[in-house]
């Protein structure tokens, strides 16, 4: 298995060390990731200026000022020869819970990564702890994978719980809970009297039913949640349709 590693916690994060030490024992991998940490990033990609390389002496390769999804594309179309099987983002220091991955920047290097064909695995840690504790998990579901693929073009969004791996309860699969929206802004002045801005935190938990992420992780279980490139509402169109029909907006031109 050759396998593509990235994050958004920059090349030098625990997590992708850990995780990169991991998976050498059973595959080839290759970390591309950004320099420095490009959390909240999302699917950002940089199209107005040019992208640098640099192979570091252990041979990660690091993408300055790069986003995740910079270093998976330029990963899978020019820097990892030959090319990978699955593209790997993590381990993120902190969960991407319900809304998270709106915004997360470790989903979105896998989404590319699922974007450009190929299968794609996300992993977030609760915590910034036991990071060993998601790098052996996230192995076994990959030789798992190498023994039973799994064919359903979605890339697996893999939350795992801080704790020591004997205190995990096991594996749930589970759908995005959502978050009340954000509505902090910290207001400061910079010593200079001019006016500065920082995005507060996220909002609380407003659905943590039994079946998300969210309860999975409170009660000690590895959460799996399928996400898809494809956003399209499907179930909406029938609906949209009706209300252009009965309104007559789609000829009032």
């Not at 490009?38 to 992208?51: I, Q």
């Not at 996300?122 to 030789?143: C, M, P």
Request: proline share 7%; glycine share 8%.
């Amino acid at each position: 298995m050759k396998i593509l590693l990235s994050n958004d916690d920059g090349v030098s994060a625990p997590g992708i060390q850990v995780l990169a030490q991991a998976l050498r024992q059973f595959a080839s991998v290759q970390v591309v990731a950004p320099d420095r940490d490009r959390s909240g990033s999302s699917n950002a990609m940089t199209l107005e200026s040019p992208l640098r390389a640099q192979t570091l002496p252990n041979g990660d390769i690091v993408v300055p000022r790069g986003t995740p999804t910079d270093c998976v594309y330029l990963g899978v179309n020019m820097l990892m020869q030959p090319g990978p099987d699955i593209v790997v983002s993590g381990i993120n220091a902190g969960a991407n819970l319900g809304d998270d991955v709106i915004y997360s920047g470790t989903v979105a290097a896998a989404m590319e990564g699922r974007h450009l064909g190929l299968p794609a695995l996300a992993v977030s840690l609760h915590g910034t702890e036991h990071y060993q504790t998601a790098a052996t998990i996230t192995s076994h579901l990959l030789r798992t994978l190498l023994v039973e693929p799994l064919r359903i073009d979605k890339i697996l969004n893999i939350n795992v719980p801080d704790l020591p791996l004997n205190q995990i309860k096991g594996i749930r699969v589970t759908r995005c809970g959502s978050r009340h929206p954000a509505d902090q802004v910290i207001r400061q002045q910079d010593p200079r009297g001019r006016t500065l801005y920082w995005i507060g935190p996220l909002g609380e938990k407003s659905d943590a039913g039994p079946d998300t992420d969210f309860a999975a992780i409170e009660q000690g279980y590895v959460s799996i949640t399928p996400l898809q490139v494809d956003m399209t509402a499907y179930r909406a169109r029938d609906e949209l349709n009706a209300w252009l029909t009965r309104t007559e907006v789609s000829s009032r031109w």
